[in-house]
């Protein structure tokens, strides 16, 4: 509750509750996202879980409904007013009316269940853009990671993993009754079928039909996060060979990786060293290939600071790799 408790002061601050729309300051970035925070919280009651209840069950009207425990919102009127100061009237309107809660007995109660969550999302990550005084956007990145071993044609286990994102893009605007969410979307709301989801079944499009060939840059970066031994060796090398040929978008395909939730997760993957793989594959190269390699690192022209660092990470991985194996060839080499 603690954390709670600022993020809807905030809320009330911005839907006018100390002031009204005029009067109202107009909203920062981190204040949108607060605001989107505490939103995303409220419509989860609806959406995904519903408030914290009792074990107490009371049948009316054929329902069984549990009386709701969550400080501060004991009655329908309250959890009206939470509602009401989040979203617009259309969204509200149908969040209260779905059925989920009542009040019985001057208590609020609600229905029990919930649908759990995507087991396909990994997290979301979150950024705000100003569209002007009484617009903002909300741009919600969800991540896919799933991965499983189902048996094969082969007759033995392969893994399949489900990574990747989607976007959703909410409308936050001003209002007569202040500064509230016009659109929004479920918390969990990742799109399978996204152009930007991939699924990858590394037995079959390595061993078998060899697709990775035919990979978008976006889709070669994610086969990457789960490939390890032979199943990285050629797809990494293709990748390098890309990045001769397009250095700014395989930049702009790995900054996006760089800044991913995946890194949160730790071994088997290691998207350290997909970032930085065409330095290390660089290193191991002709003298005339690491020069063109080195040439194109110079002329090359990041678009933004986050592809900036991914360059200076292939950079420092290339020097790296180049060190390890003179140090590896001066030590076994015979004396004179």
């Known amino acids: 509750m603690k954390r709670i408790v600022p993020i809807f002061l905030t809320l009330c601050l911005l839907a006018g509750c100390a002031a009204s729309p ?15 925070s505490a939103a995303a919280e409220v419509y989860d009651w609806f959406d995904l879980h519903t408030l914290p209840t009792g074990i107490e069950a009371i049948q009316l009207d054929s329902n069984v409904y549990y009386p709701v425990e969550y400080d501060s919102i004991t009655t329908m009127a309250d959890l009206e007013t939470r509602v009401r100061a989040c979203f617009s009237p259309k969204i509200s309107d149908a969040l209260l009316s779905d059925g989920s809660y009542r009040e019985i007995d001057g208590k609020l109660c609600c229905a029990g269940g919930a649908r759990g969550q995507n087991i396909f999302l990994l997290d979301k990550t979150l950024s705000a853009r100003q569209v002007d005084e009484g617009h903002w956007t909300v741009t919600i990145t969800f991540w896919a990671d799933f991965v499983d071993q189902p048996i094969q044609a082969d007759g033995h286990p392969h893994t399949v993993a489900t990574v990747g994102y989607s976007q959703r893009t909410l409308d936050y605007e001003k209002t007569d009754e202040g500064w509230r969410f016009t659109s929004f979307c479920p918390s969990d709301d990742l799109d399978l079928d996204a152009g930007t989801v991939c699924t990858i079944d590394y037995y079959q499009d390595f061993e078998v039909t060899g697709a990775y060939w035919d990979y978008s840059d976006w889709q070669l970066v994610c086969y990457l996060i789960y490939a390890d031994g032979a199943y990285a060796e050629a797809p990494g090398d293709l990748l390098y060979q890309r990045f001769l040929e397009r250095p700014e978008d395989i930049l702009a395909a790995l900054a996006l990786l760089d ?78």
Do not use: H
């Not at 005029?22 to 989107?36: F, K, M």
């Not at 890194?263 to 330095?279: C, E, H």
């Not at 180049?322 to 015979?334: A, C």
């Open 22 to 36: 005029e009067q109202a300051p107009p909203p920062d970035e981190q204040t949108v996202l607060e605001a989107y």
């Open 259 to 336: 800044g991913a939730p995946y890194r949160q997760k730790g071994p088997p993957m290691n998207i350290d060293a997909v970032v930085a793989m065409p330095g290390y594959s660089a290193a191991w190269r002709s003298f005339d290939e690491q020069m063109e390699f080195l040439n194109i690192l110079d002329l090359c022209q990041p678009k933004t600071e986050a592809e900036q660092a991914v360059l200076d990470k292939i950079r420092a991985a290339y020097e790296k790799g180049t060190e390890s194996i003179q140090e590896s060839n001066d030590t076994g080499s015979p004396c004179t």
